[in-house]
């Protein structure tokens, strides 16, 4: 699988995680699919209220509200914009999933809710001279893997 982040999104990303400093952020990866397995993530969204040093949690109310904002932009074309992922930060650790990480994105593939195919999970830290990425697919039977992350511009 290979996601493509173009450049605007990660320079907003860089100047959320500036701004954050030694504390988690994070939000949701909304994309487009361009073929099978690959996509774009047209828009990150932000949550307004951070974590603390070792931890985010997910603002429910508002990845609600941000998701419907995304699909009445995108006409509810489902098939071709979607719900990609997850993101956040580990401006303290390295960039890979925890196993409480680990364990929320099994929990959400695995809900019966979940009306994908998959989720995915993007990592970042910021240092003072580059910024760090890492991208991992969950799927409900169980697969997970690292993806391919590509900048795009």
């Keep these: 699988m290979r ?3 173009p450049n605007s999104e990660l320079e907003r ?3 959320a995680l500036a701004a954050a400093g030694t504390k988690e952020i994070g939000g949701q990866i909304y994309g ?3 073929a099978p397995s690959d996509f774009r993530a047209s828009e990150l969204t932000f949550q307004k209220r951070p974590g603390t040093f070792a931890r985010f ?3 429910l109310l508002q990845a609600a509200r941000d998701a419907v904002r995304f699909f009445d ?3 509810h074309r489902y098939t071709r914009f979607n719900y990609i992922g997850e993101w956040h930060s580990h401006p303290s650790f390295e960039v890979r999933p925890s196993g409480t990480d680990v364990a929320a994105m099994r929990d959400l593939v ?4 979940f009306r994908g195919h998959f989720a995915v999970l993007m990592i970042v830290r910021l240092d003072p001279d580059r910024l760090h990425v890492g991208g991992w697919v969950f799927d409900p039977r169980g697969a997970e ?3 391919q992350l590509e900048v795009t511009e």
Excluded at 110 to 113: G, L, Q
């Design 32 to 34: 487009e699919q361009l």
């Design 145 to 147: 893997q690292a993806i």
């Design 3 to 5: 996601l493509r982040l």
């Design 110 to 113: 695995r809900d019966p809710e």
């Design 57 to 59: 949690v997910v603002d």
């Design 73 to 75: 932009r995108t006409e």
């Design 13 to 15: 990303l860089r100047q």
